[in-house]
């Protein structure tokens, strides 16, 4: 059932969905590496949380649960998702990381190809962590795991980053860079 | 600690870059909203993202009263002419201009307070129009400088100039972004635009505009939970709560709770000791005066100097920050003096029989 929400709420859920889309769409594109995707993803995720906003504002936890039902989305879709995807990754993973350090561009293909290699729970874990900068306590919150679950898949999931890009992990220069979030 | 600092550092800017050069502008929120309003039939509508969520149309809100430099009273008459048995307390002082309520198209509502499905009109519309002119008169009979304004909201497709046929085909595709481009400069005209024929009004609630400030607030009948402690009385209420004095057989609490959102959420809850229980609630916000440009733009205002910040449609007046500021009408007290007032609970006499005699909700 799905709760109704008083004008003021659906108010309140418009004024944060128009000001977190595009935040949340970057995450979601972090997770799937598709635009449209993370299109899709951050619809569902919004159209969730509106359905929930009448307990979730009430208990001030809206980003974190916004979190929580962005990445049910993402596991969600990747559950039902055929493997044609994967299949065209794999084939872009095979001619791309020899030249990952060349071009951002290319960088970036990488890293998208190198993440979708990954588990998707622990590709999840990596974003949250490394991208949404959450403590491993709020990553387990939004996934719903332990918080021996995600150091484990952290470090398992870096490894195997580590492995896949090989110096292109290692030559991220360290020049500042700006807020990426998109708030 | 040094080496896990600097990995995390690594593996950030490592996924940032995977984001440049990405167009993730999409405003998906439309579609969500209309999302939501297919899987659940809302409440009444008295703010500009609710009204979003049935007909991905953006509302506005209507200066009522009392037009600047206008002294006199016109008293609405009903285009219908059929007289509603639901008539509004005789208000005679202060002078109200009442024209607005003569509104003709108002949406349908039933007796438990729920709006029916997106753009459904009322069939008996001279019910609505003596709701209003019962809800103005009561506000001015305690404040009679302020401006009340009714909730409205666009219909496309009641509206001559889109095109209907792209309406049509943007609604079949679910397209929200294709909707904005066919449609929104129409939806920002329709919202600052009250008066225009495609604009659809709706009972109970809407926005109050003082020398102070301007805030939306909304007037609803519901019924507690069986069981429930008694709503309506601060002994069994665990919230920051002030007693509601009774005149008439009115009486309840007025509760305070912090919200998400810089928001501070008021909620009178006000009983006849009848059985009849109304929620009059308020925060200080114009949830109505506010938009961002993504709202009227296909690409989300890409581009555009003003992205990220607060637009006020009426003043054009702009606020950065992630929530629209604050802007109270009433005070607190001034709240209190209105939910204390004779007038106001005559008006919520008259409210009650207006729901009573509603068309049953369908869905209960």
């Known amino acids: ?183 | 600690m040094e080496t896990e600092h600097s990995e995390n550092e690594r593996m950030h800017r490592l996924l940032g870059g995977a984001l440049d050069d990405v167009d993730l502008d999409a405003n998906v929120v439309p579609a969500v909203l209309a999302g939501y309003d297919r899987g659940v039939r809302t409440r009444r509508y008295q703010a500009a993202g609710a009204a979003l969520a049935v007909l991905a149309v953006t509302v506005g809100t209507a200066t009522l009263l009392p037009r600047s430099g206008s002294g006199t009273t016109r008293p609405a008459t009903s285009t219908t002419g059929k007289p509603s048995e639901t008539t509004a307390p005789v208000i005679k002082k202060p002078a109200v201009d009442l024209s607005r309520c003569a509104h003709e198209r108002w949406a349908r509502m039933y007796s438990d307070g729920m709006t029916a499905p997106s753009g459904t009109l009322s069939e008996d519309p001279a019910a609505e129009q003596a709701d209003c002119r019962a809800l103005l008169s009561a506000f001015a009979a305690v404040f009679p400088d302020a401006t009340i304004t009714p909730a409205y909201f666009g219909v496309l497709e009641l509206d001559p100039r889109v095109d209907q046929s792209k309406v049509k085909q943007d609604r079949a595709k679910d397209s929200a972004p294709d909707l904005m481009r066919d449609t929104g400069t129409e939806q920002l005209y329709l919202s600052t635009h009250p008066d225009d024929p495609a604009n659809v009004y709706q009972t109970g609630g809407g926005t109050i505009v003082t020398p102070a400030g301007r805030e939306s607030f909304g007037v609803y009948v519901f019924k507690p939970a069986a069981g429930d402690a008694s709503p309506a009385d601060c002994d069994t209420v665990t919230a920051d709560c002030t007693p509601i004095a009774g005149s008439g057989g009115w009486h309840g609490a007025l509760t305070s709770k912090t919200a998400p959102m810089d928001t501070v959420d008021k909620t009178a809850i006000l009983t006849d000791g009848h059985g009849n229980f109304v929620r009059v609630t308020f925060n200080g916000k114009d949830s109505t005066g506010w938009y961002t440009v993504g709202a009227y733009a296909a690409d989300g205002g890409a581009g555009d100097p003003n992205r990220g910040k607060w637009i006020n449609r009426w003043t054009g007046k702009l606020a950065p920050g992630n929530w629209p500021p604050a802007t109270p009408a009433l005070t607190d007290a001034q709240w209190l003096q209105l939910l204390e007032s004779t007038a106001f609970h005559t008006y919520l006499d008259s409210f009650v029989k207006y729901h009573a005699k509603l068309p049953a909700d369908p869905l209960h």
């Open chain 1, 1 to 183: 059932m799905i709760s109704r929400l008083s004008p003021e709420e659906l108010a309140d859920f418009t004024e944060f969905a128009q000001v977190r889309q595009r935040h949340l769409m970057r995450t979601a594109y972090l997770l799937c590496g598709e635009k449209q995707t993370a299109q899709d993803l951050t619809q569902t995720a919004l159209l969730n949380l509106c359905r929930a906003w009448h307990r979730v504002r009430r208990a001030d936890e809206v980003d974190s649960y916004a979190h929580r039902v962005l990445i049910n989305a993402f596991l969600s879709a990747q559950r039902k998702a055929d493997r044609e995807r994967k299949a065209l990754w794999d084939k872009a993973w095979d001619t791309a990381p020899a030249r990952a350090a060349d071009h951002t561009t290319e960088l970036r293909l990488t890293l998208l190809a190198a993440l979708d290699r990954l588990p998707p729970k622990a590709r999840a874990v990596v974003v949250l962590r490394y991208w949404e900068d959450l403590s491993v306590e709020a990553t387990a919150a939004a996934l719903g795991c332990s918080t021996g679950n995600v150091k484990s898949q952290s470090s398992r999931a870096l490894a195997k980053l580590r492995e896949l890009l090989g110096d292109g992990f290692d030559t991220i220069e360290s020049e500042p860079m700006e807020n990426k979030h998109g708030n």
